[in-house]
């Protein structure tokens, strides 16, 4: 059993004394949801590595001085695949019964088929200073794999596409809400001005002479209105293009003038929506009147 103990009940097999192992834990095949049936081994000749007691517990020893490979007792582990119905491939998951009867019939024709049936291998070993089995693990594998019939339907009498693969995904959570006033109202929070704060330059301007700052995700139709913290306006911009999210401010004012640096009110009013203000931050860049 788990414990290592035999001829409990637990130990005993479909009533016979050869029983199987206790793996900790269990694979999926995540094209097709289905639950995988695991094996794992051990070297009996390595009773020293925790070889030759049914359980699942390899030791951290890779090879001896001499070189000879021990492999931590050599519990390998086995993934095996339902490729199809046939008696002599894996079935669908069973608790290793196929398995079990394939390999204990110890022929040569019996362990083909068993192991044909595998679908991924690995040679775990435990940590030294780590409790065995003290932590969980997770192994993710994908590997490519044709676009195959009856992979995971076989042979039904009632098919669904024909016993191709078939993938079902719903969108409506994420389709675009339209004319519902909630959604616009939460939509005005969306609204942003970048860079903030602005620090002289920014990767919209394409030179040192540009200054260039957005607010961004304005609705189709608003009036945006720039303050200064003493309440003078500084711009205006209408926008009234259902194509245009965005709008660009030079940062200069209703006169043409590069403002100055300091904390600005930007406020984005939206009629029948609502209203949002932010507050940003600017500092300008030194005029050098030598090269003009």
Request: charged share 20%.
């Amino acid at each position: 059993d788990k414990n290592g103990n035999t001829l409990t009940a637990e130990a005993i097999y479909d009533g016979h004394e050869q029983g199987m192992g206790w793996f900790p834990g269990y694979a999926i095949n995540v094209e097709t949801g289905e639950r995988l049936n695991i094996a794992f081994g051990e070297d009996s000749w390595l009773g020293s590595e925790n070889g030759n007691d049914m359980m699942f517990n390899p030791t951290s020893n890779l090879e001896t001085t001499l070189g000879e490979p021990l492999l931590g007792g050599k519990h390998f582990v086995y993934v095996f695949g339902h490729l199809n119905d046939d008696v002599t491939s894996c079935s669908a998951y069973d608790e290793g019964t196929w398995l079990y009867y394939m390999i204990g019939q110890e022929s040569g024709t019996a362990l083909r088929n068993a192991f044909a049936s595998a679908l991924w291998c690995s040679i775990p070993l435990s940590v030294d200073g780590e409790q065995w089995l003290g932590n969980e693990c997770r192994v993710r594998i994908r590997v490519s794999k044709e676009y195959a019939k009856n992979y995971s339907t076989f042979g039904s009498a009632s098919p669904q596409n024909g016993n191709y693969p078939m993938y079902s995904f719903n969108t409506s959570s994420l389709m675009t809400v339209t004319n519902d006033p909630t959604t616009a109202t939460n939509a005005l929070d969306m609204i942003n001005v970048v860079p903030n704060p602005y620090y002289a330059l920014d990767d919209y301007e394409e030179s040192v002479y540009e200054n260039k700052i957005k607010i961004t995700n304005v609705p189709s139709k608003c009036t945006v209105t720039i303050f200064n913290l003493n309440g003078t306006i500084v711009r205006k911009f209408e926008n009234d293009d259902p194509d245009k999210t965005s709008i660009e401010w030079d940062l200069r004012n209703t006169a043409g003038k590069i403002v100055s640096g300091g904390v600005y009110i930007i406020h984005v009013y939206a009629p029948g929506i609502g209203e949002r203000s932010i507050r940003w931050f600017g500092s300008m860049k030194t005029v050098v009147t030598n090269e003009f």
